[in-house]
């Protein structure tokens, strides 16, 4: 069964610390991962879409990783600001279907 | 960058009643939006694809008369729950893509629907 998952559940630090959030997934075949930022009562944003053969890729303060051996992406948040308190959401694209969605990781930065 | 417009952001009706939600892709053309529902701290649940030009596709549980789909055109799909009622509250976010997008597409996300039913 393809899935996603991701840790922290939550998350709080302090403005102008960095943080990083974790996703597994057991997607097949594996075709994208995409990061998307979710703020409160609205749509989810992109931030970063990576193929099998990207193993990083960066937007801004937002960095992510891919590692398709394990399976495993990471979302590293540089310098984090105020507007970055948010839901993160790892979503994993299996080959010819559609977006398999993790529970997302709410972050919470603090003044 | 590509924008998919949602509307109405927020809508209160009555329970029995019928709402319509509509999802625009304003400036690219989409054969295919999804349609997607999210309860209170957990993640996106797909609902339906809507394929301009033919019938939607139903995820499994999801009732096809009660929450009615139509793609009339490359840039507009519209949600309609018949009937409401308070269980049918949540919030409702559409999807486009490119038309004829590679797999990595870039998928663009409406604004989402706060529906409340009373």
């Known amino acids: 069964k393809n899935q996603v998952e991701q840790s922290p559940q939550s998350l709080i630090i302090l403005e102008g610390k960095n943080c990083t959030l974790q996703?597994?997934?057991?997607?097949?075949?594996?075709?994208?991962l995409r990061w998307y930022k979710q703020d409160t009562g609205r749509g989810p944003v992109s931030l970063t879409i990576?193929?099998?053969?990207?193993n990083t890729k960066s937007n801004g303060r937002y960095t992510a990783t891919l590692d398709a051996d394990t399976k495993q992406s990471s979302l590293h948040i540089t310098a984090s600001q105020l507007s970055d308190s948010a839901s993160y959401i790892c979503?994993?694209?299996?080959?010819?279907?559609?977006?398999?969605f993790g529970p997302g990781t709410r972050l919470s930065v603090l003044p | 960058g590509a924008v998919v417009s949602q509307h109405p952001s927020r809508v209160i009706c009555k329970s029995g009643t019928s709402v319509k939600i509509e999802c625009r892709s304003l400036?690219?053309?989409?054969?295919?939006m999804f349609w997607y529902r999210q309860f209170p701290k957990q993640s996106l649940m797909l609902m339906a694809t809507?394929?301009?030009?033919?019938?939607?596709?139903?995820e499994q549980g999801v009732e096809k008369d009660k929450f009615l789909i139509n793609h009339a055109s490359l840039t507009l799909s519209t949600l309609t729950v018949t009937s409401a009622h308070p269980e049918d509250s949540s919030f409702y976010i559409c999807?486009?893509?490119?038309?004829?997008?590679?797999?990595?597409?870039?998928?663009?996300f409406g604004q989402g629907t706060r529906l409340t039913v009373v």
């Open positions: 400036d690219f053309q989409a054969t295919t």
């Open positions: 999807s486009a893509r490119y038309a004829g997008g590679a797999e990595n597409t870039e998928a663009f």
């Open positions: 996703c597994n997934y057991t997607v097949s075949p594996f075709s994208n």
């Open positions: 979503v994993v694209t299996p080959y010819g279907q559609n977006f398999v």
């Open positions: 809507s394929n301009e030009g033919s019938k939607a596709t139903y």
């Open positions: 990576m193929t099998f053969s990207e």
